[in-house]
């Protein structure tokens, strides 16, 4: 059994930074993929950021340059640093994890992140 525990969010002003902290409990063997999506009201979940187990990192074009997003593999966690947010980045981020070698997905129960503007 796999959980994924997120911390970070809340609420902050146009501008402003944020970090999202998420780490992977139990037994995860392999290759894999972390990374964060996020569900705004009346829209579709979609990517904001990915990272390979490897290192290589993959980000949607809305937030490049704006967020990076960093894991430590030795605590099977994965980070995401929002710098400049702005209002229409406001959803509820969700951390996953994919396990290449069977295709399994978790997720994560979510976080508020709410800009100001």
């Known amino acids: 059994q796999v959980q994924l525990v997120e911390s970070g969010g809340g609420l902050v002003q146009a501008g402003g930074s944020l970090r999202l902290s998420c780490a992977a409990r139990?037994?995860?063997?392999?290759?894999?993929?972390m990374g964060w999506y996020r569900q705004a009201p009346g829209k579709q979940r979609e990517l904001v950021a990915s990272?390979?187990?490897?290192?290589?990192?993959n980000y949607a074009d809305s937030v490049k340059s704006r967020f990076t997003i960093s894991g430590d593999k030795a605590k099977n966690a994965v980070y995401l640093q929002m710098n400049s947010l702005q209002p229409e980045d406001t959803a509820v981020y969700y951390c996953h994890l994919n396990i290449l070698s069977n295709g399994d997905n978790y997720w994560g129960q979510g976080t508020q992140v709410t800009v100001s503007s």
């Open positions: 139990g037994n995860i063997f392999g290759m894999n993929t």
């Open positions: 990272i390979l187990r490897g290192g290589l990192t």
